[in-house]
């Protein structure tokens, strides 16, 4: 019978195998890869599912967000309102979706 690798203390009682946490973390030093770079986000909040809105500028700099349960056309809605009422001062001259539904 072969003996187990010794591993660095830190991957014991992790989800994940130690090769799996390494290879993200090369990708996530590698490439950028957050939640700022992505369009659409599903987060898990309490083991429920929630979809985060995001307005961005220009430069990619998040504006306003929301979590919201659903998707749908009245939660889109909400978010609109609240984006704009909270920056009132800077109102948008487009608007560009990123449509997934």
């Not at 090369?26 to 986000?41: C, E, G, K, N, V």
Request: hydrophobic share 45%; aromatic share 14%; charged share 30%.
């Amino acid at each position: 019978m072969t003996k187990p690798i010794a591993r660095d203390p830190i991957y014991r009682k992790r989800a994940f195998d130690a090769d799996v946490i390494e290879l993200c973390v090369r990708w996530y030093i590698t490439y950028r890869l957050s939640y700022r770079d992505l369009d659409a986000t599903y987060i898990s909040i309490k083991a429920k599912w929630h979809y985060l809105y995001r307005a961005v500028d220009k430069n990619g700099k998040t504006v306003d967000f929301l979590l919201r349960r659903d998707r749908g056309i009245a939660a889109a809605q909400a978010f609109f309102r609240k984006a704009l009422a909270t920056n009132a001062a800077r109102v948008p001259r487009k608007v560009t979706l990123d449509y997934n539904l």
